[in-house]
């Protein structure tokens, strides 16, 4: 069964959370919803997994058996230990005996963190509780895997773990769905969806988003037109949506960071558009 969400419209009062959304997760695949601050992502991966009840449009997941989320908050529970916690989300889904006991031991292992099994949530780092916080999300084998932002805070070492972990549940089968704020490890998801202001701004894989962008992007000490452009290290890069920067700019390969900016500014610049539009007429 393809899990996802279609023409879903999100409202909290005024506040449009998702706009007409549609997604799908195919089983096997790894969809990363990425976004800046209040886009609608974790709005998004509530709804699939039935927390929030979307206004109108459709979504499709499996029962809570085969559903397995991680939400932005820790995902384990600070007072017990790192077994204490599996043998917890595993009992949830009636998993016992040797069954968990094997379950546990191939996550532990898989997560690195067999020797801290004994060890209460609370003293973990930030990256292995998010590993922990994971390893529950699974333990069931679930068919879809939905995961609010599990690397952020998480050092590059543990990052690499969380990913060949989330690899790993994909390839066996499952389809993730992940919110991420690190472009650079969600250009390697199969799939991608940009958000801004609960719309989808563009999705597909990394080479569809790439070639489907049009116009420039330059890098320059100084903006020519600062409300178009944005930091990336000690330059600023800068969008031109007619693909004819002035000449003598130096003009970059566009990578998913830029694309993203580039996107929600040309969205922010029509519905401010739209919002004088309406109040002139
Ligand atoms: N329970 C809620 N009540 C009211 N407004 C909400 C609620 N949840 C989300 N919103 C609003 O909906 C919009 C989308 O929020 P959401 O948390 O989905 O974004 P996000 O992309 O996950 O952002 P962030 O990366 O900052 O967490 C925001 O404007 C947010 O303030």
């Not at 007409?20 to 609608?40: C, S, Y």
């Not at 330059?218 to 178009?228: G, K, N």
Request: proline residues 4%; aromatic residues 4%; charged residues 25%.
């Amino acid at each position: 069964m393809t899990s996802g969400v279609e023409s879903v419209t999100v409202r909290f009062g005024d506040i449009s959370a998702l706009d007409d959304v549609t997604v799908e997760a195919r089983p096997g695949t790894v969809v990363a919803v990425v976004g800046g601050d209040g886009a609608g992502k974790t709005t998004l991966l509530r709804t699939l997994v039935r927390e929030v009840l979307p206004d109108s449009g459709v979504v499709r997941a499996p029962a809570k058996a085969g559903l397995g989320f991680l939400p932005a908050s820790a995902g384990s529970w600070a007072g017990l230990t790192v077994t204490q916690n599996l043998d917890f989300a595993g009992g949830v889904y009636g998993l016992s005996g040797e069954t968990l006991a094997a379950r546990r031991a191939d996550l532990l292992a898989g997560a690195d963190l067999t020797s801290a099994s004994d060890r209460l949530a609370s003293q973990l780092s930030g990256g292995m509780r998010r590993k922990l916080g994971f390893c529950m999300a699974i333990v069931h084998t679930p068919d879809l895997v939905v995961l609010d932002e599990p690397s952020t805070g998480v050092d590059p070492v543990s990052r690499i773990d969380l990913w060949r972990m989330i690899s790993e549940t994909a390839a066996a089968g499952a389809a993730v769905v992940m919110s991420t704020t690190y472009l650079d490890e969600a250009e390697r998801a199969g799939h991608l969806v940009v958000l801004d202001g609960g719309r989808v701004l563009v999705q597909g894989s990394w080479d569809e988003v790439r070639a489907g962008f049009t116009g420039a992007v330059t890098r320059a000490e100084l903006a020519v037109r600062p409300q178009w452009s944005w930091r990336r290290g000690r330059a600023r890069h800068e969008y031109w949506p007619g693909d004819d920067p002035p000449g003598g700019l130096e003009r970059v390969e566009p990578d998913l960071e830029d694309i993203v900016i580039a996107l929600s500014l040309v969205h922010r610049a029509e519905e401010v558009g739209r919002t004088d539009a309406g109040t002139a007429s």
